[in-house]
């Protein structure tokens, strides 16, 4: 079965989880187009960023993502959220949000993508 490439954002604060994320993405054949580990920085990337799919720390130094969450929700761009709380960490707005608990399995992250929708967008 062939995956579709996709353009992947990453929002993570841990450097190392960041930079091994993008490796990982990189060999199942995927495109990071930005790797984002502050809030304000994230938030201005997913409301004008060229992604199909993004992977989003929850916690952020202390700030919660789930005003990126509301950006790439209101574009139509699927992503799911990672984070060592599992879903226990969402709010109630996404609770039905994939979840991905930290530490996952790369297959996890592959089926993940593998089950997002492809949205086709003319721009931001």
Known sequence: MTQQTRRILIVEDEFILAMLLEDLLSDM???VVASIA????AMEFAGRGDVDFAILDINLGGEKSFPVAAILRRR?????FATGYGSAGLTTEYDNEF???????PKQLRRAISEAPVT???GP
């Not at 502050?38 to 920085?41: A, I, N, P, Q, T």
């Not at 139509?76 to 799911?80: D, L, R, S, T, Y």
Request: no cysteine.
């Open 29 to 31: 054949g995927h495109q």
């Open 38 to 41: 502050s809030l304000d920085k």
């Open 76 to 80: 139509g761009i699927p992503f799911v």
């Open 99 to 105: 979840t991905l608990q930290k530490p996952y399995e």
């Open 120 to 122: 086709l967008r003319d």
